[in-house]
């Protein structure tokens, strides 16, 4: 245990997480219907998705197959015989009146996703399940002051349920397991994990319990928030909210909830359902998913190489920290935009500096992503090679690249129409240097004196008298040649 909620006792927290994630998918997973977001209300709808009797689902097998690479990609077992069971509630955003989803033979079992605790310490947090099931529809209750209005485009979309153990402990547990997440099903290609647009979104289970007690106190669920601050605001308001009460001697109420963003807090929503109350059972109008014999053997020979093999492989080939290893393994397209550069240059170091800092800095201002940048590996590189065989200094460089981002030229084209290219001619430099010297008898006379911090000074004269193209190494060596 590492967190603590400190009250008027010290309490421990447990959190377990259910995240939901649309399966990116051209079509639904029971129908044909588009699964694509957004089009006008109703308008990606099928007689089945709209609840119509006498249709019947066709299992989209291309959902299964991104579900089974999730499930690898959280080391979870793969089941070969799984069900689909009805899940029974009555809502207005769910027409048929069940949901069909998976409950006792999921499609994925176990499994686990590392996160940071809040010691910055590794940690695994354990899966229980993944199973597939269909999304609802979408209630609006704003557009007129009478009536709810129900838009189906969202019904029966493909979704990946991902229960976690009740292993999380902390608003900052819970944001890094989100964010792993995220970041795993983006990598795979299964998710897009836009939790503003609705692909990704969690129902947050808390409980308190006394420090040193083992049994589990009562837990609230938190329904469909769609943020990662979102999230830890929730939990937070949930310690604090069930703190108070187990102070006063009162009991928790076992119920579900809802976040209220514009105020950071949650409120009862209703009560909360055990199993029995949706009335599960197997689906007959589907059968049994039985995956062929060599199925899942083939999804694994496909996967990507994963985040957290690929962040170890990089630490490892190019010397990288803990830290610039984790940030450049964030997303996919990060990790091979970083490894092209390398490969290019020849230098990982200093492909990982220039991406996180000044790369970053430069799509930050511009609101880009890295699969938008208009420098390319190849050109970062270029950039790169004409620090390392000093053609332009690192400070020329920076300039470069803000024209690279401008104009959209390489870097080689860039400083020769700038006549940008490094001074390394000892001549010119100590010609330089020279003038500085005549022109600075105060300061020269203080340096002698043991004032040594006026070094900077006189390096800073002559690259600014030379306009910032000399060799730094070079004005240092002939500075330290001429001062003494």
Known sequence: MSFVFRSKRDYEVVIGLEVHCEITSESKVFSGASAKFGGSPNSHVTFFDAGFPGQLPLLNAFCIEQAVKTGLGLNATINEYSV??????????????????????????????????????????????????????????????ARSMVDLNRAGVGLMEIVSKPD????????EYLRQLRALVRWLGTCDGNMDEGSMRCDVNISLRPVGEKKLGTRTETKNVNSIRFAQTAIEFEMKRQAEILDAGGKITQETRLFDSATGTTRPM???????????FPDPDIMPLTLPKGYVERVKAELPELPLVRRERFKK?????????????????????FERVADACGDGKAAANWILSELFAHLGKRSLSISES???????????????????????????????????????????????KQITDTSAIEAAADEVIRGAAFQLAEYKSGKVALFGWFV????KLTKGQASPEAVNKVLKKKLG
């Open 270 to 280: 209703r009560n909360k359902e055990n199993a029995i109350d949706y009335r599960y």
């Open 374 to 420: 208009p420098v390319a590996p190849d050109a970062l590189a270029e950039l790169l090679g004409l620090i390392k065989d000093e053609t332009i200094s690192g400070k020329i460089a920076k300039e470069v690249l803000a024209a690279m981002f401008e104009e959209g030229r390489g870097a080689r084209t860039i400083v020769e129409a700038r006549g940008l």
């Open 460 to 463: 800073g004269q002559v690259m």
């Open 84 to 145: 689909f069971a009805r899940k029974h509630y009555f809502y207005a955003d769910l027409p048929s009146g069940y949901q069909i989803s998976q409950f006792t033979e999921p499609l994925v079992s176990g499994g686990w996703l590392e996160i940071l605790d809040d010691q910055g310490k590794p940690k695994k947090v354990q899966i229980e399940r993944l199973h597939v099931e269909q999304d609802a529809g979408k209630l609006t209750h704003d557009l007129d002051p």
């Open 317 to 337: 080939e190019f010397s990288l920290s803990d830290y610039d290893a984790t940030e450049l393994t964030s997303e996919r397209e990060i990790a091979e935009y």
């Open 168 to 175: 999380l402990s902390s608003p900052h547990e819970v944001g």
